[in-house]
Structures are given as structure tokens and as C-alpha cells.
């Protein structure tokens, strides 16, 4: 009996795990934005990131890695993600401390989450950006793949916004103009990942 527990209990951790996050809405993409887009989710390059010097470099990912250990407790799994997390998240212009606050919210960094909406992974993605933007072997469950899709989403939408992160945090969960989401976000950037300045439109 307790054999066939554990071997549940242990199927039960592979499959998708269900979260109440929001989704990004279908928006129509003009021809060129949607060409700009598949570019960037196509670019392949090697995601090791490049950081101001070899100390913060350690210094980063050796407090970062300190905090995400209860959740992610193999380390080699746990730095690779951060060096991802850091080289999509700069490669996009992002702030890597705000990226793990949206994925803490996101997605309890579970790799097989999926929402009610069926936003998948890390950074909850919607399957419909695969058909817009990537390719029909486009695997939302990759880490790499997911990292990528979604730290380039929320770059479009903070160009569409001009800037405001705020904004643009709203149409990452489909929630434009309700302060909930953004707020969580903020929280978590600030209280679990704070690192250096950072800046968040109005409440």
C-alpha cells in the first residue's frame, strides 16, 4: 500500500500543476511586429548571461540561488535556471528581479504549471503565441523555450505601453487596469528578489 502511495505521490509531482494565474488576451499582430516577435523567440544563442563583472556574477547568483533553494532544491537545476532567468531577462531589457517576482507569482516557479486559462510554465504563456510567433515544435514546458517566449512578450507590451511597467504587467495577466496583479508582482520583485534599484509605475 505504501509502495503504490509513493509511486502516486510521485506521478502526481510530474503532471501539471493547476494555478489561478491570469492570461495574456489574443490581440491580432500586425505583419511586421509579428515577423519582429518570431525573430527574437527564434534567436538560439547560448544563455550564458554577461554581467557587469565575474564578482556580482557570483555574488547574484550565489544570493539568488540562496533564495530559490526551498524551491528548487537540486542546485545545478536551480543555477541553471537563474543564468536563464538573467540572460533572457537582460537580452529582452528586463530586470531579472522582476521577471522572478512575475514568475513567483506566475507560477510558483513549477515548471509543469498550468492555469484555468491554460497558460503554461514558469512564466505562464498562452498556447496561442506558439501559433503567432513560434514554431509548431515550440514546447511552452521547456524551460529555455518558456523563459524566452515570455520575458519577449512582456517586452512587447512594455513597448506598446512606452515604458510603463505597470501597464504592461497588466496585459501580461490580462488584467489591464486592475492594480491586483501588478501589485503581487511588485511584491515579490521588491520583498523576495530585491537587488539593486527598481521602478514600478502608479498604483
Known amino acids: 500500500m505504501r509502495l503504490i502511495l509513493g509511486l502516486a505521490l ?90 522572478l517576482g512575475l514568475i513567483q507569482v506566475e507560477s510558483g516557479f513549477k515548471k509543469y504549471s498550468v492555469s484555468s486559462a491554460g497558460a503554461r510554465g514558469y512564466m505562464q504563456v498562452m498556447p496561442f503565441w506558439v501559433r503567432q510567433i513560434g514554431r509548431k515544435d515550440s514546447n511552452l514546458f521547456h524551460m529555455r523555450t518558456n523563459l524566452r517566449f515570455g520575458c519577449t512578450i512582456l517586452r512587447h507590451y512594455l513597448d506598446i505601453e512606452n515604458g510603463d511597467i505597470y501597464r504592461a504587467l497588466g496585459r501580461y495577466n490580462g488584467s489591464l487596469g486592475q492594480p491586483e496583479y501588478p501589485n503581487m508582482v511588485r511584491g515579490a520583485w521588491e520583498k523576495q528578489w530585491g537587488w539593486g534599484p527598481r521602478v514600478i509605475g502608479p498604483q
Open 10 to 99: 510521485s506521478l502526481a509531482a510530474l503532471l501539471p500543476t493547476a494555478v489561478e494565474a491570469g492570461a495574456q488576451q489574443y490581440e491580432p499582430l500586425a505583419a511586421s511586429v509579428q515577423a519582429a516577435l518570431h525573430e527574437a523567440i527564434a534567436d538560439r544563442a547560448a544563455p550564458e548571461p554577461q554581467f557587469p563583472s565575474i564578482q556580482e556574477k557570483v555574488n547574484w547568483l550565489t544570493d539568488m540561488s540562496s533564495r530559490l533553494t526551498h524551491r528548487m532544491p537540486d542546485r545545478e537545476a536551480r543555477l541553471e535556471f537563474l543564468k536563464t532567468v538573467y540572460y533572457e531577462a537582460k537580452r529582452a531589457g528586463l530586470d531579472p528581479q522582476m521577471v
